[in-house]
Structure formats: structure tokens, C-alpha cells
């Protein structure tokens, strides 16, 4: 089983300074703290415009993930 615990300090332990909701309605703010984007990472964009973008986007921490388990199980044939 694969864990990080990277977030936690990279995002804070809680979510306590972006509101989930604004105004009866998902915060994209929220949203970019939730995938591990920085804050305001979308914030040239309408609301709607903010949360296709989020919608469309990888968590950082996937391809990170995949980069380093394809390092280890196939690094070593590479480099002989």
C-alpha cells in the first residue's frame, strides 16, 4: 500500500482558512487546496471556468506516484 504524507504539510492539516462553500455553491479555492494546487492556481477565470479547468486537471501527486514506481521497477534495466 502507497501513502503520503507529503499533503499534510505541503496543505495544512485541515482545511480551515478556504470555505468549502460560497454562497450555496463549490468554492474552486476549495477545490485547488482538495488536488494540491496552490492557492489561486486558476484564478484568472470565471467560477465556472475555474472548476472545468480543476475538473480537467490530474492531481500532481498521481503522475509523481506513477513517475517513481516506474523508476524503481524499471530504473535498474535502463541503466546497465
Do not use: H
Not at 463549490?26 to 489561486?40: K, R, Y
Amino acid at each position: 500500500m502507497y501513502y503520503r504524507t507529503r499533503g499534510i504539510e505541503q496543505w495544512g492539516a485541515e482545511l480551515e482558512s478556504i470555505a468549502r462553500l460560497k454562497e450555496g455553491r463549490l468554492n474552486p479555492d476549495c477545490v485547488e487546496w482538495l488536488m494540491g494546487f496552490p492557492s489561486s492556481w486558476t484564478e484568472s477565470g470565471s467560477r465556472r471556468q475555474r472548476l472545468m479547468a480543476l475538473g480537467n486537471a490530474v492531481v500532481p501527486l498521481i503522475p509523481e506516484f506513477l513517475g517513481e514506481a516506474i523508476i524503481n521497477s524499471f530504473g535498474n534495466n535502463y541503466n546497465q
